[in-house]
């Protein structure tokens, strides 16, 4: 059965040093998105990645952060200078149909920020 | 601001028996619900969905129920397996109603479900 992919699957890395976190899509997939969870908290939505451009994004999606899939495959998040609250566990997932469709999650990347 | 809420934070029922996991919105806005299955250590899983026009879907032992008018969602588990036990999340979906939401989930909190053999 596909399944969507992330890399790492832990990474631990120092205040103010960039992060670029990579997720595999299901492969006919054309819906992308990231969220996050901090330990103890619920999973909180990110952004939304549609046609190679943002959909949407929230409140916590902020400058520090950027998205984007540079060869048709991988869905990169990155985080230009990860700050001690960004460490939580990030899930892609992606969905074949984006309104109503089912959104299928990667194991996530564990980050630690030191 | 929870829009979505699971005010169980955990639940534990015997094995064989049936395991209801409740979940509450507040916006009329949502038109399409999710039940995630979460292990420590992994990304949830998909278990079932609902649209808002329907009131039942069910898949082998699991069957969630939607209640629109007391903005109520409820997934039961008949019979509960001890491999059942792990964390589940209650997810809604705004779509076109939502600003032109392109489908983000907002997930509830959480309920521990735990079956004992």
């Known amino acids: 059965e596909p399944e969507v992919t992330q890399t790492p699957s832990h990474q631990v890395t120092q205040m103010g040093q960039e992060v670029i976190l990579r997720c595999v899509p299901i492969?006919?997939?054309?819906?992308f998105y990231w969220y996050r969870q901090i330990l103890g908290q619920k999973v909180e939505f990110l952004v939304s990645f549609y046609n190679n451009e943002i959909s949407e994004k929230s409140e916590i999606f902020d400058d520090q952060f950027s998205v984007e899939r540079p060869d048709g495959s991988n869905f990169t998040l990155k985080i230009r200078s990860t700050k001690l609250e960004d460490s939580a566990m990030y899930f892609c997932?992606?969905?074949?149909?984006?309104?109503?469709?089912?959104?299928?999650f990667g194991p996530g990347t564990r980050l630690l920020v030191l | 601001d929870q829009q979505v809420k699971q005010n169980s934070p955990s639940l534990s029922v015997q094995e064989g028996r049936i395991s209801i996991l409740n979940c509450d919105y507040t916006?009329?806005?949502?038109?399409?619900f999710l039940w995630y299955k979460k292990y420590p250590a992994e990304g949830p899983t998909f278990l079932i969905s609902i649209s808002s026009i329907k009131d039942k879907n069910e898949d082998g032992r699991f069957t969630v129920f939607l209640n629109k008018s007391a903005k109520h969602l409820s997934l039961h588990i008949v019979p509960s397996q001890p491999g059942d036990s792990a964390v589940y999340f209650c997810?809604?979906?705004?779509?076109?109603?939502?600003?032109?939401?392109?489908?983000?989930?907002?997930f509830g909190k959480g309920t521990k479900l735990s079956v004992k053999p």
């Open positions: 997932a992606t969905s074949l149909g984006g309104l109503g469709g089912t959104q299928y």
């Open positions: 997810a809604a979906s705004g779509g076109w109603n939502y600003g032109g939401s392109q489908g983000n989930l907002i």
């Open positions: 492969s006919n997939h054309l819906y």
């Open positions: 916006n009329s806005m949502f038109d399409y």
